[in-house]
């Protein structure tokens, strides 16, 4: 599985952007997908995952301005970011796996496969 990610740049605070991760080289149908950042000087954390059937995880800093969503027709994830915050600045990567470990799993052990990531920068 190859996985590209596109759509980070500036923003200013309470600014939004949409981030967007093509899948290819195989059946994504039992690929669970997700979200990872790093800022500076941190580890990496999850943000966001999503299966094929539905399923949907966010970690605690993002529920609720963060949302991630898929078109299956274009095996294509997105991460829709809104109210973004200084502490967001990081560099996504995207993420995919057909193990079919739980989100928790993933959380702590990360995927199979990464995109090489794009940065996130948000501005006071």
């Known amino acids: 599985v190859h996985v590209t990610e596109s759509g980070g740049g500036l923003v200013m605070t309470g600014g939004s952007l949409r981030l967007s991760c093509a899948a290819s080289?195989?059946?994504?149908?039992?690929?669970?997908m997700a979200w990872y950042r790093q800022a500076p000087g941190k580890d990496r954390e999850f943000v966001a995952g999503?299966?094929?059937?539905?399923?949907?995880k966010y970690s605690t800093s993002v529920k609720g301005r963060f949302t991630i969503d898929r078109d299956n027709g274009e095996n294509t994830v997105y991460l829709q970011m809104d109210n973004l915050k200084v502490d967001d600045t990081a560099v996504y990567y995207c993420?995919?796996?057909?193990?079919?470990?739980?989100?928790?799993?993933?959380?702590?052990?990360?995927?199979?496969?990464w995109g090489e990531g794009t940065p996130v920068t948000v501005s006071a």
């Open positions: 993420a995919a796996d057909s193990r079919h470990y739980a989100f928790d799993y993933y959380a702590v052990h990360g995927m199979d496969y």
């Open positions: 080289g195989r059946s994504l149908v039992s690929t669970a």
């Open positions: 999503i299966r094929w059937a539905g399923e949907i």
